[in-house]
């Protein structure tokens, strides 16, 4: 491919997730409430033998671009095979190591990584002299994840396999972006990564595959149900409307009972508390990106003045709207940084 067609066609991608919509669906509205912090480091050049381990704060992804190699994460299963074209996604942070094959001794990936890996996008060559694998990669973390409807749902690696060694469509694409802007000088680049990561994930997140964890409260299975996941998609498109138990089963064509068991089960929760943590977090959206008075921010999520609103939310979130809202300006990392919390 050219670099006058390449250039055209990531223009292109550029100005179609410009245009995406914002918060039309569960998934994406919970993954635009959260801050996200990414960093991207040079390729990865890795000779066998080698291993890395990486602790467990951040979360990371890797593509393969040649070669494989074994992932572990710790107290989990025995180990997945990674080959080219493949994308592994670790997004809660958990430990785990990666190798060319088993027993190859694991060195951790923070005495490695230095600061001009990410600043000047420089390559990391480590391990033998035997067979290259290649591996494009980026860790972020999600601040207030805990509180999110993923925190628990989530499993803790995620593998979306390419085709005939080569990546899926749409990952090739954001990479190719995400590792042209680390590459850039340009100050707006960190931006532009979080977003483009930002979506990277919420892609790896619709596509997760149905292993996932067992047990009452998986939210990502609960989206894939005709009727909860209908119900969710209400509540999160209109947060503002008095929804009932009674209107919510009768808009996904339900009985009361009925739906509110299934909700509970599927969700972890009933109904209208699910709404109302839902609620609480579109406010700490608000307060955290807009001037909007308390007032405006209570019409937005269905509460009828400002007085209900703050009752709730000092209720829900522990501190009021205006103490919470002078928070925003110290997040938990500090921004604009190119090198991260390792």
């Not at 250039?7 to 959260?34: C, F, H, I, M, Y």
């Not at 089960?265 to 955290?288: D, H, I, N, Q, S």
């Not at 990106?289 to 209900?308: H, N, P, R, W």
């Amino acid at each position: 491919m050219s670099t006058r067609t390449e250039a055209t066609e990531n223009a292109s991608l550029l100005t179609q997730l410009a245009r995406r919509p914002v918060g039309k669906d569960p998934l994406s509205d919970v993954l635009e409430s959260l801050v996200l912090h990414s960093w991207i480091p040079g390729p990865f050049i890795l000779g066998t033998p080698w291993g890395l381990r990486v602790s467990n704060h951040l979360g990371w992804f890797f593509m393969l671009t040649a070669g494989n190699m074994l992932i572990e994460v710790t107290n989990q299963e025995g180990p997945l095979t990674a080959n080219a074209g493949d994308l592994i996604v670790v997004p809660q942070g958990h430990a785990h190591q990666l190798r060319d094959r088993s027993g190859s001794p694991a060195t951790p990936i923070e005495t490695l990584l230095k600061p001009e890996h990410f600043e000047q996008h420089q390559q990391l060559v480590h391990g033998g002299d035997g067979a290259l694998t290649f591996i494009t990669c980026g860790c972020f973390i999600f601040e207030d994840m805990e509180r999110s409807p993923l925190h628990k749902t989530l499993p803790p690696l995620i593998q979306i396999k390419g085709r005939n060694e080569q990546p899926l469509h749409y990952v090739d694409h954001l990479l190719r972006l995400i590792a042209q802007e680390a590459a850039s000088y340009n100050p707006c680049a960190p931006t532009v990564i979080n977003r483009l990561v930002r979506i990277l994930l919420i892609k790896t997140f619709q596509d997760c595959p149905p292993r996932l964890p067992e047990g009452n409260g998986n939210w990502l299975k609960a989206l894939k149900d005709p009727y909860i996941g209908r119900a969710l998609g209400l509540m999160h498109r209109e947060p503002e409307t008095p929804w009932t138990v009674g209107t919510l089963a009768e808009r996904v064509a339900m009985s009361r009972s009925v739906f509110s068991a299934r909700f509970s089960e599927l969700v972890g929760k009933p109904p209208l508390e699910y709404l109302t943590e839902w609620r609480m977090r579109k406010a700490c959206v608000f307060l955290r990106t807009s001037q909007a008075g308390l007032k405006e921010v209570a019409d937005q999520i269905g509460y009828e003045s400002a007085a209900a609103f703050s009752k709730a939310f000092i209720r829900r979130v522990g501190i009021a709207p205006g103490a919470y809202r002078r928070l925003r300006d110290t997040p938990l990392i500090a921004r604009p940084s190119r090198t991260p919390p390792i």
